[in-house]
């Protein structure tokens, strides 16, 4: 059995809207649901698992319902940092199996990336999505900046995917404020990284800017 846990647990503060920015609706589709129906797409019988605030079980079951009449989703309260809500979203997961952590905010991946991500895990335990950096970087120190080479550095994406032992026993790690993605957390646990190519337009809706942008992907898609 597969598993894609959907993170739709966060509050989106920097997105500045009244709901969170998963639940917007994006050309008349709420966020979320555009992912799902990719994993759908790509895997009828993956298991879904959708972690979400405590305060939107409701309205998330009856809206993904309506989009997804026929489907057996598991839902569960997310935690107050990412690493909590996948460590609930964790307990869903019955059997071993290959496990895609996705950002609800990333509408729009593809069968394309998830099917690389798969591959990749089940040859080398986990996959991570990632993108060359466009733009010039500088590091910044207490005395100004200086350039660095932007070829040293990836962007990261999602959905990380993994094989279920080793999500079980990294995330049994204390949580650190150095855990901004699932890769640190195995990474912390002495695993090596395994990145795939991800994809340019799977950008991760955070900001009012990004709205817009994200306006113009569903346009062209
Ligand atoms: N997420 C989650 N549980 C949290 C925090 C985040 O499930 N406690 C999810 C978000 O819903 C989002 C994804 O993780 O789909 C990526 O996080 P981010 O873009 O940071 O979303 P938010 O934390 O909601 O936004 P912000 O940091 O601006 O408040
Ligand atoms: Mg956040």
């Keep these: ?37 990719c994993f759908l797409r790509f895997q009828k019988d993956i298991q879904l698992i959708i972690v979400h605030p405590s305060e939107f079980e409701q309205e998330i079951r009856l809206m993904l319902n309506k989009y997804f009449p026929s489907n057996n989703f598991k839902f569960i309260e997310g935690g107050d940092t990412r690493f909590q809500s996948v460590k609930q979203g964790l307990k869903c997961v019955e059997k ?12 729009f991946i593809d069968s394309h990336l998830l099917n690389r991500c798969l591959e990749q895990a089940l040859h080398h335990g986990n996959a991570i999505p990632a ?6 970087l500088r590091k910044t120190h207490r005395k100004g900046s200086e350039a660095v080479d932007r070829n040293l550095f990836l962007v990261i994406q999602t959905p990380q995917t ?8 990294s995330f049994e790690q204390t949580e650190s404020t150095s855990f ?9 646990a002495g695993y090596t990284i395994h990145i795939v190519e991800g994809l340019e337009k799977n950008i991760k809706i955070t900001t009012p800017f990004d709205w817009l942008l994200a306006a113009c992907i569903v346009h062209e898609n």
């Design 1 to 37: 059995m597969n598993y894609a846990i959907i993170l739709a647990g966060g509050k989106g503060q920097r997105m500045e809207s009244d709901r969170p920015k998963q639940f917007m609706l994006l050309q008349g589709r709420p966020v979320i649901v555009y992912s799902i129906d």
């Design 96 to 107: 071993e199996g290959i496990v895609f952590i996705h950002d609800a905010a990333r509408p």
């Design 131 to 136: 993108i060359r950096v466009k733009d010039s």
């Design 162 to 169: 993994f094989q279920y032992n080793i999500l079980q026993k």
């Design 180 to 188: 901004t993605d699932d890769a640190s957390v195995i990474e912390k």
